[in-house]
């Protein structure tokens, strides 16, 4: 399976984007889709999740209210649009896909399929 991240790029506070994650070899449908980010020098950070029974969504505190995640099977593709973006939301994010139970979301090690990462960057 190979993932592919794209939509990154530099944006003003306040303003948005929308990432995509493409995936070939596999559909969107059999796994967890997650979001992730790295920002230089800190801890990678859970973003959100889709689930694949049922696509429910859950995301962090950080970003819920502002970013939506969503599945588009016909094009077997995810995004996350990031509305009402701040400085603090400059990482390089990553997609990710597994079978993690409900209670281990967050948990990175749980996703065994990563996109390479795109870049965002907020500029106050």
């Known amino acids: 399976v190979q993932l592919q991240a794209s939509g990154g790029g530099l944006v003003q506070a306040g303003g948005s984007l929308r990432l995509s994650c493409t995936a070939s070899?596999?559909?969107?449908?059999?796994?967890?889709t997650a979001w992730f980010r790295q920002d230089s020098g800190k801890e990678r950070e859970f973003v959100g999740t889709?689930?694949?029974?049922?696509?429910?969504?859950y995301y962090s505190d950080s970003v819920k209210g502002r970013f939506t995640i969503s599945r588009d099977n016909a094009k077997n593709t995810v995004y996350l649009q990031m509305n009402s973006l701040k400085p603090e939301d400059t990482a390089v994010y990553y997609c990710?896909?597994?079978?993690?139970?409900?209670?281990?979301?967050?948990?990175?090690?749980?996703?065994?399929?990563w996109g390479q990462g795109t870049l965002v960057t907020v500029s106050s």
């Open positions: 990710a896909i597994g079978r993690p139970p409900l209670g281990s979301i967050r948990d990175a090690e749980l996703y065994y399929h």
């Open positions: 070899g596999r559909t969107f449908s059999e796994y967890t």
């Open positions: 889709i689930r694949r029974s049922g696509g429910g969504t």
